[in-house]
């Protein structure tokens, strides 16, 4: 029997998330887009950023609560990128148990060169500064009822709930510009 399209019932409530979850791969395709000139992939672009911004404190651990992705995942991702040459696995002196995430002179030539992001600002300019703030205010409700319902932590997330919160570029927690 075929299908009809009066047979198909629309989910008001799950067509949100549809459009969001496309718009995501969509805006996504830009950006590798724009990263295929520099040979780098969007993967290996957003850890080295994550890498830059947890400073010692990278793990491989934290690099996948923080990318909400699988250890495993993350440690094939982490081998890759050494192999390529962006970064370094090093032992932590002080606790031996622990394997600190280096980049190297490659990892943060490839972060210059990724971190132009033409293609997102470009695609997000389309809403104005007041929207963009509240489409981050609707997103980071969303992400937090949807941690609360996973059973996991909503601190130490970014980015933050809140873009007051992001830090300057020192590093700094407070106002973006």
């Given amino acids: ?22 718009t995501d791969r969509i805006i996504y395709r830009a950006r590798q887009r724009e990263l295929d000139r520099y040979g780098i992939s969007a993967e290996t672009a957003l850890v080295i950023f ?34 390529e040459g962006y ?46 703030e509240q489409m981050w205010a609707l997103l980071a409700r969303i992400r937090t009822k949807a941690l609360s319902q996973m059973g996991m932590k909503t601190t130490d997330i970014y980015p933050p709930s809140d873009p007051a919160d992001l830090p300057d570029r020192t590093g700094q927690p407070g106002p973006t510009d």
């Fill in 50 to 83: 994550t890498v830059l911004r947890l400073g010692r404190r990278a793990t491989p651990a934290i690099i996948a609560r923080q990318l909400f992705l699988e250890r495993h995942s993350v440690s094939e991702q982490l081998i890759r990128m050494e192999k």
């Fill in 1 to 22: 029997m075929e299908n009809t399209r009066s047979e198909v019932s629309i989910d008001k409530g799950h067509a949100p998330w549809q459009m969001l979850r496309r």
């Fill in 87 to 132: 970064l370094q696995r090093v032992k932590d002196l002080e606790r031996k148990n622990y394997v600190r995430i280096v980049l190297t002179e490659k990892g943060y030539e490839a972060y210059r060169k990724s971190s132009r992001r033409r293609s997102t600002r470009s695609i997000m300019a389309v809403l104005n500064p007041a929207e963009q």
